[in-house]
């Protein structure tokens, strides 16, 4: 049974920082594996979608990498900004059309 | 990017009552939907999986008779809670995705509802 974690729980840093958020998954057959964003009492907002055959990819301030044979994955934040403050979800589709299975998150603060 | 919409976006309801949770595709045929629960400060938790036209999948442990799940349209995913009750209370979301046409099968998420039991 596929099994996500993300590291660290909770994270508040001082705007303008740089961070990473860890994701790890314990079956590494995955098809791809997506980055949300949740604001409190609201749905998700997908951020970055790595497919298997990628290792990383980018928008913006923001750039996922995704290392299959390890089962990690991180999400890289430049230059934080108050904005971003939300809880970071990262997900894995095993196969193609089935179900994700979610981390619990990182709540992420930025302070200004 | 697609467009996802759920509606009621809030419900309050007596216990013992019916809810009806819409989820509709707004720009995009879907041709699978997905029904989660969220709990407060956890993570989503799938609760069915939802293929139009066709019954739906649930996971275990959720109840297909509390939970009715109808996916009569490519645009429209229904979700019944049936004879609520306060521990039915939680954050319902659902995603879409559209198998037929898309390369990477994202999943396109709704901006959840939330379902309060008295």
């Known amino acids: 049974k596929q099994e996500v974690t993300q590291i660290p729980a909770a994270l508040s840093v001082p705007e303008g920082e740089n961070l990473v958020l860890n994701c790890s998954f314990t079956d590494s057959a995955i098809y791809n594996l997506q980055w949300f964003r949740q604001d409190p009492g609201k749905g998700l907002t997908s951020l970055l979608l790595i497919q298997s055959s990628q290792r990383e990819q980018t928008s913006g301030r923001l750039n996922a990498s995704l290392d299959k044979s390890s089962g990690r994955s991180t999400l890289y934040i430049a230059a934080s900004q108050p904005g971003d403050s939300a809880t970071y979800l990262c997900a894995v589709e095993e196969t193609s059309g089935s179900r994700l299975t979610f981390g619990e998150g990182t709540q992420l603060t930025v302070n200004p | ?118």
Not at chain 2, 8 to 34: H, N, Y
Not at chain 2, 35 to 57: D, H, V
Not at chain 2, 99 to 108: A, H, M
């Open chain 2, 1 to 118: 990017g697609a467009v996802v919409s759920q509606h009621p976006s809030r419900v309050i309801c007596k216990s013992g009552t019916s809810v009806k949770i819409e989820c509709r595709s707004l720009d995009f045929q879907a041709t699978t939907m997905f029904w989660y629960r969220q709990f407060p400060k956890k993570s989503l938790m799938l609760m069915a999986t939802s293929n139009e036209g066709s019954k739906a999948t649930y996971e275990q442990g959720v109840e297909k008779d509390k939970f009715l799940i109808n996916h009569a349209s490519l645009t429209l995913s229904t979700l019944t809670v049936t004879s609520a009750h306060p521990e039915d209370s939680s954050f319902y979301i659902c995603s879409a995705s559209d198998l037929w046409t898309s390369v990477v099968d994202e999943q396109f998420f709704g901006p959840g509802t939330r379902l309060t039991v008295l």
